[in-house]
């Protein structure tokens, strides 16, 4: 069946301009999050839905950062006035948890570069 | 936050059993072992998970130890695709964040 996919894979912003990435999670899954990967680093986590309800948003690093899952489906990360430091690949992933299956799956994530 | 140590690289050789360690002394009672490893260029994949007795599944094995303050993770027949970095996660919520370390990059090499 079809994963999670997100769009676009790659973006290039100027310092300063505002990037939308998108996610689609797998058709049902209750569970959304947003982690970030720095080069070499292990992803971190950034937010949590749960359906259109944001119950953690702890990891978001600043207030230009802002998420939203509007009909508990598609969600989408907003980076205003982005920095070089915001530079990274921005992972999505998705559990149903119902039943027991809690496991998250990835998408392939976006590759943001800041110049 | 839930901390796991994990050596930063191994390597294997094709066809032979990859075993990785993790130790995850500050677990507690109800926290669930997990691993996920990723493979360059694409998001992180699920392995295998456990709470206190040892588990096997298509991918791999999962041995806990006694004291729970340990696992390793088994891959018995590694192959060149399961070259990535290999992360130990520990958990109370299962329906909730996962907190990543270093991991550990795993080389399988022919």
């Known amino acids: 069946g079809a994963g999670v996919s997100q769009s676009p894979r790659y973006k290039v912003a100027k310092r300063g301009q505002d990037v939308a990435l998108r996610c689609d999670p797998i058709?049902?899954?209750?569970?959304l999050f947003w982690y970030q990967q720095a080069l070499g680093q292990g992803p971190e986590f950034l937010t949590y839905?749960?359906?259109?309800?944001?119950?953690?948003k702890s990891g978001l690093p600043s207030d230009r950062f802002f998420a939203e899952r509007p009909e508990g489906s598609v969600s989408t990360l907003k980076i205003q006035r982005t920095q070089q430091e915001d530079s990274a690949v921005y992972l999505c992933a998705s559990s149903f948890i119902w039943r027991g299956e809690y496991e998250q799956y990835f998408g392939p994530g976006t590759r943001l570069t800041v110049t | 936050d839930a901390k796991t140590t994990q050596p930063t690289s191994m390597d294997c050789a094709e066809g032979r059993a990859a075993n990785l360690p993790c130790n995850h002394s500050t677990i507690s009672g109800n926290e669930y072992v997990y691993w996920y490893r990723q493979i360059h260029s694409q998001g992180p994949q699920y392995i295998i998970h456990g709470l206190k007795n040892n588990e096997t599944n298509e991918m791999a094995s999962l041995i806990i130890t006694e004291d729970r303050k340990s696992s390793t993770l088994i891959l018995p027949h590694a192959t060149l695709r399961d070259t990535a970095v290999y992360y130990c996660i520990h958990i109370y919520n299962q329906g909730g964040k996962l907190i990543f370390g270093q991991g550990t990059e795993l080389s399988v090499k022919p």
């Open positions: 058709s049902g899954h209750v569970s």
């Open positions: 839905f749960q359906n259109e309800a944001q119950l953690d």
